[in-house]
């Protein structure tokens, strides 16, 4: 799809957690379409890669699920934006709200 509408700024990377972890790139833009259980497991993979104001869509679970997976979110710094339902099926958005500034943090005041 990105090829058949001439688009060169974005690259596709495929891979599971385990990639995110060893690799550590970072990214604008998640795309996850697994069950809940992997989800929330693989959070912390997710999370690590993300930069800053970036988004995540997850997806591959049902709407009875939302609490835990914005439990997980939560609890590896994300923030959640909404969610989308189809036949009890879910999608949630999130993003990465961190906003740090390092340079500051290290000057001595």
């Given at each position: 799809?990105?090829?058949?509408?001439?688009?060169?700024?974005?690259?596709?990377?495929?891979?599971?957690?385990?990639?995110?972890r060893?690799?550590?790139?970072?990214?604008?833009?998640?795309?996850?379409?697994?069950?809940?259980?992997?989800?929330?497991?693989?959070?912390?993979?997710?999370?690590?890669?993300?930069?800053?104001g970036?988004?995540?869509?997850?997806?591959?679970?049902?709407?009875?699920?939302?609490?835990?997976?914005?439990?997980?979110?939560?609890?590896?710094?994300?923030?959640?934006?909404?969610?989308?339902?189809?036949?009890?099926?879910?999608?949630?958005?999130?993003?990465?709200?961190?906003?740090?500034?390092?340079?500051?943090?290290?000057?001595?005041?």
């Amino acid at each position: 799809n990105i090829n058949l509408n001439g688009i060169d700024c974005i690259t596709v990377r495929l891979g599971d957690a385990d990639f995110l972890r060893n690799e550590c790139p970072t990214f604008d833009l998640i795309i996850a379409n697994i069950n809940r259980n992997i989800l929330t497991a693989d959070m912390d993979a997710y999370a690590g890669c993300m930069k800053s104001g970036s988004h995540i869509f997850l997806s591959g679970f049902y709407v009875d699920d939302i609490p835990a997976i914005q439990e997980s979110l939560t609890l590896n710094g994300l923030s959640f934006v909404e969610y989308y339902e189809n036949n009890r099926w879910a999608m949630v958005v999130a993003e990465n709200s961190l906003h740090i500034n390092i340079t500051a943090s290290n000057q001595i005041l």
